[in-house]
């Protein structure tokens, strides 16, 4: 089914991540609650990273897992509301806190492991089936760190005609 008129544009690639991150995160809610489990996705990173690498600051897990700080930031919220987390000051840096899996949340990650692994091998399954939709998003990635959205709508938006002797459109 197309995304808005013309379906190749910044509204359908927009539309289409949106809705295939809505489907896994609702997919993967579904494979933990038959397990009994109340988990959100959204932490699987944060909490993966801590039980791999140890007590991380939010900015380095924000850095590790290539996402916003903000966003880091509400899911240590919920982390540490929900007892999975807890956050010291960094040995390093007493300025800085650092993030550490909870014995709750080590129990937490042990047990999810296998259903991380079967999510993992699904997402290659199906990564295989679209036909390397991992790399078109990588490069669309790339693309867009190379030059931003905004750039290139400002650069739209602040074109000339060449027949015209007119001021660049500015909107």
Same mark, same amino acid.
């Not at 939709?133 to 650069?155: G, P, Q, Y």
């Given at each position: 089914?197309?995304?808005?008129?013309?379906?190749?544009?910044?509204?359908?690639?927009?539309?289409?991540?949106?809705?295939?991150?809505?489907?896994?995160?609702?997919?993967?809610?579904?494979?933990?609650?038959?397990?009994?489990?109340?988990?959100?996705?959204?932490?699987?990173? *944060?909490?993966?990273? +801590?039980?791999?690498?140890?007590?991380?600051? !939010?900015?380095? &897990? /924000? #850095?590790?897992?290539?996402?916003?700080?903000?966003?880091?930031?509400?899911?240590?919220?919920?982390?540490?509301?929900?007892?999975?987390?807890?956050?010291?000051?960094?040995?390093?840096?007493?300025?800085?806190?650092?993030?550490?899996?909870?014995?709750?949340?080590?129990?937490?990650?042990?047990?999810?492991?296998?259903?991380?692994?079967?999510?993992?091998? *699904?997402?290659?399954? +199906?990564?295989?089936?679209?036909?390397?939709? !991992?790399?078109? &998003? /990588? #490069?669309?990635?790339?693309?867009?760190?190379?030059?931003?959205?905004?750039?290139?709508?400002?650069?739209?938006?602040?074109?000339?005609?060449?027949?015209?002797?007119?001021?660049?459109?500015?909107?």
């Amino acid at each position: 089914m197309p995304d808005h008129e013309g379906g190749l544009g910044g509204a359908a690639i927009g539309a289409m991540i949106r809705r295939l991150s809505e489907r896994i995160d609702r997919d993967a809610s579904q494979a933990y609650a038959r397990l009994g489990v109340t988990f959100e996705q959204r932490w699987m990173g *944060v909490l993966d990273l +801590l039980a791999r690498r140890g007590p991380l600051s !939010v900015k380095d &897990l /924000a #850095r590790e897992l290539r996402i916003s700080h903000p966003s880091v930031s509400q899911t240590r919220s919920s982390l540490l509301m929900a007892g999975l987390v807890a956050e010291r000051a960094d040995p390093t840096d007493g300025r800085r806190r650092a993030l550490s899996l909870t014995p709750e949340g080590q129990a937490l990650v042990e047990t999810l492991q296998p259903v991380w692994t079967a999510l993992d091998e *699904v997402g290659r399954a +199906l990564n295989s089936e679209a036909g390397d939709a !991992v790399s078109v &998003l /990588a #490069r669309l990635e790339t693309a867009m760190e190379r030059r931003s959205i905004v750039d290139r709508v400002t650069d739209i938006l602040t074109a000339t005609d060449p027949n015209s002797r007119h001021a660049p459109i500015i909107m």
